[in-house]
């Protein structure tokens, strides 16, 4: 089992390709912390993954203290942090004809600027367990499509700062 006692936190994964993440990642051995915006789906997830592999934190992305909420949370249950995994997103239909400000910053927010703070927030315990951050994107990131306008930039944003970080926190 390749994550073996390993905590991984798993931003929106009580649907989807992060509930999938988070099975692999009990299969293999790891515990991990869910997290979403729906209770039912959350603990239906909890559930499936067995009480003693996971714990649930419901909390919105756009929140102040939602990054350090959940890295505290993954501390508190299981004791440290090995893994972040940020795939929680905001996608939704937009183009430069119908996209106003509030929106875009919606999709910058949790695409982009919230993956950063959630590293930041971990980065300290990632340290000690010599941990990683991984970032799920989008092909959306390098191609566009003209009504997905917001998202392919947000996406395209995390990319550059998945890169950025990747060769300052090499040093």
Same mark, same amino acid.
């Given at each position: 089992?390749?994550?073996?006692?390993?905590?991984?936190?798993?931003?929106?994964?009580?649907?989807?390709?992060?509930?999938?993440?988070? #099975?692999?990642?009990?299969?293999?051995?790891?515990?991990?912390?869910?997290?979403?915006?729906?209770?039912?789906?959350?603990?239906?997830?909890?559930?499936?993954?067995?009480?003693?592999?996971?714990?649930?934190?419901?909390?919105?992305?756009?929140?102040?203290?939602?990054?350090?909420?959940?890295? #505290?949370?993954?501390?508190?249950?299981?004791?440290?942090?090995?893994?972040? /995994?940020?795939?929680?997103?905001?996608?939704?239909?937009?183009?430069?004809?119908?996209?106003?400000?509030?929106?875009?910053?919606?999709?910058?927010?949790?695409?982009?600027? /919230?993956?950063?703070?959630?590293?930041?927030?971990?980065?300290?315990?990632?340290?000690?367990?010599?941990?990683?951050?991984?970032?799920?994107?989008? /092909?959306?990131?390098?191609?566009?499509?003209?009504?997905?306008?917001?998202?392919?930039?947000?996406?395209?944003?995390?990319?550059?700062?998945?890169?950025?970080?990747?060769?300052?926190?090499?040093?």
């Amino acid at each position: 089992m390749r994550l073996q006692n390993k905590v991984i936190l798993i931003t929106g994964s009580v649907t989807g390709i992060g509930k999938a993440i988070a #099975k692999r990642c009990v299969e293999e051995g790891a515990r991990v912390l869910i997290h979403g915006l729906e209770q039912d789906l959350g603990e239906q997830t909890v559930a499936e993954l067995g009480a003693a592999n996971a714990t649930l934190v419901i909390k919105d992305l756009a929140d102040e203290d939602a990054a350090q909420m959940l890295v #505290k949370a993954a501390l508190d249950a299981f004791g440290k942090l090995d893994a972040v /995994v940020n795939n929680a997103a905001q996608v939704g239909l937009g183009n430069i004809q119908t996209t106003d400000a509030k929106w875009f910053r919606r999709m910058l927010e949790i695409n982009c600027i /919230v993956p950063y703070l959630i590293t930041q927030a971990a980065l300290p315990h990632l340290r000690e367990t010599r941990g990683s951050v991984i970032n799920i994107g989008s /092909v959306n990131a390098w191609s566009g499509e003209p009504n997905l306008m917001p998202y392919s930039v947000s996406k395209g944003a995390l990319m550059t700062l998945t890169r950025n970080l990747g060769d300052t926190l090499m040093r």
